[in-house]
């Protein structure tokens, strides 16, 4: 222990001074990653003397340990209702808020939290933004906090890991550990080696170093989940999978994380309102923007700034509708709506986005991929695109052009009244127009995904799965 916490503030050391000095001298900051990660890899090898692979140990992340959801968590969830995997100690890494808050309520097996020096963490409403399905089901995992000792002793012991995000560099496996990369969402934006040098306005990373990161990502993981032949396509482009050679590890057998919208029922969107508070007899309409690459504060992360006019907004549609408004997990800001106190409600700290999709009626959206995983309820999408031609050209790109998508574009808070106005009696060409964008989009999603892929990684072991739609 006496060693770790050296080398933590030796680490912290050199990290405060290259920072200061890398905003003077190009290429400091890059040739310090590399001698950080180099550190790190050597620590993370030294784990492995000390801690044999177990065959019988599964560890989970999803979003770098933000959030207990998206497909870790569906596959976590058919692990728990397999009696084959009973034997499986199944490791969960969260945020340090949500441990110790789970510590203080009582009844879990959580380790590692004396390993975690960090300063006192935001208080968490657990039963906000969990909610009970999932505060039960955590009763059934090992808890530890991302980041901390516990947390890398835990990857150098798994036989499995399975993440929706890319993991810390320094991490990487040996024989008898494989690595199931989930990643979270359909890609509309460009992504990865996909994205073009004249096309980047990226603060934190050039676009050669964003290629560097998502090749070496590709060469890393053991299997990558896809939803659909046009994600395979556009996964393997951006992992570079497919002039690698290694576009068999690709997994295309439907999202996991949308298995869930397959199998609830009334009483769950019931109690789902309950918990956030939504008002009842009004229409439900998700706004879930995505973050913009070049929107970065040093020290405080992604910001974003909300352009609808939500004056204009509750004042054509107030009386019939309530918004909620989610945040991408990356953005770092906090949004005061307490001007709209009945018309918005903030549910960027909902742990599991599919408890807002399966609540709404409709979903307004951007870049984000949500509108994918949308399609598979058959709901009105609208695009609030205010900055298209920007992000189009200067920042990201599109693998999908404006008319390809499944619903309108607006880019004027007016035109957004009117697309909303007009998508909450869709007809039948709309209702043609997502039942053709889905079956192209989300062919596999049929409420089976988690099963098929554990049978995939585990052919002798469990329930057979579901067939594909």
């Not at 090898?45 to 979003?63: M, S």
């Not at 097996?109 to 960090?118: H, L, Q, Y």
């Not at 973050?291 to 004042?315: C, I, P």
Request: hydrophobic share 40%.
């Amino acid at each position: 222990m006496a060693r770790t916490k050296l080398s933590a503030r030796i680490r912290k050391t050199f990290r405060t001074v290259v920072i200061a000095a890398g905003k003077r001298i190009p290429n400091l900051l890059n040739a310090a990653r590399e001698v950080n990660a180099a550190l790190r890899r050597y620590e993370f090898r030294r784990l492995w003397h000390a801690n044999p692979v177990d065959p019988n140990v599964i560890v989970f992340e999803a979003y770098a340990g933000r959030s207990y959801a998206c497909s870790p968590r569906a596959l976590y969830r058919a692990m728990l209702a397999d009696p084959a995997y009973d034997g499986v100690e199944k490791i969960w890494a969260l945020r340090r808020s949500v441990v110790l808050a789970l510590q203080e309520r009582g009844g879990y097996d959580i380790r590692g939290v004396e390993g975690v020096t960090a300063g006192q963490p935001k208080p968490i409403d657990l039963d906000l933004a969990l909610g009970a399905e999932a505060l039960e089901e955590l009763r059934h995992a090992v808890i530890v906090p991302f980041g901390s000792p516990e947390y890398r002793r835990s990857y150098a012991r798994a036989a499995l890991w399975v993440s929706n995000a890319i993991i810390p560099t320094y991490f990487y496996t040996r024989p008898g550990q494989r690595y199931l990369q989930t990643w979270h969402g359909t890609p509309l934006k460009r992504l990865g080696c996909d994205i073009r040098h004249e096309a980047s306005q990226n603060v934190l990373f050039s676009v050669d170093e964003i290629h560097e990161r998502y090749q070496r990502e590709g060469a890393r993981f053991t299997y990558l989940v896809s939803p659909s032949p046009y994600a395979t396509d556009k996964l393997g482009s951006a992992f570079d999978l497919l002039s690698t050679g290694r576009k068999d590890a690709i997994l295309e057998e439907g999202y996991p994380r949308n298995d869930r919208l397959s199998d609830f029922n009334a009483d769950d969107v019931e109690r789902i309102k309950a918990r956030i508070g939504v008002p009842e007899g009004k229409k439900v309409v998700l706004y879930a923007p995505t973050w913009r690459d070049n929107k970065h504060v040093s020290g405080l992360g992604y910001t974003y700034d909300v352009e609808a006019d939500f004056e204009l907004l509750q004042a054509a549609l107030g009386d019939d509708c309530v918004v909620l408004f989610r945040a991408h997990y990356l953005i770092a800001d906090s949004f005061d709506f307490g001007a709209h106190e009945g018309f918005v409600i903030d549910v960027s700290r909902i742990d599991d986005i599919n408890d807002v999709y399966i609540i709404s009626d409709m979903l307004i959206t951007d870049y984000s991929s949500v509108f994918f995983d949308y399609a598979n309820l058959g709901r009105p999408v609208v695009f609030y695109m205010y900055d298209l031609e920007h992000y189009a050209g200067e920042l990201r790109g599109f693998y999908l052009q404006p008319e390809e998508l499944p619903g309108p574009v607006a880019q004027t808070t007016e035109e957004l009244i009117e697309a909303i106005r007009l998508a909450e009696d869709p007809g039948a060409d709309e209702h043609a127009t997502l039942a053709r964008f889905r079956e192209h989009y989300a062919p596999l999603d049929d409420g089976h995904a988690s099963q098929r892929v554990l049978a995939r990684i585990f052919p002798d072991r469990g329930a057979r799965p579901g067939s594909g739609a």
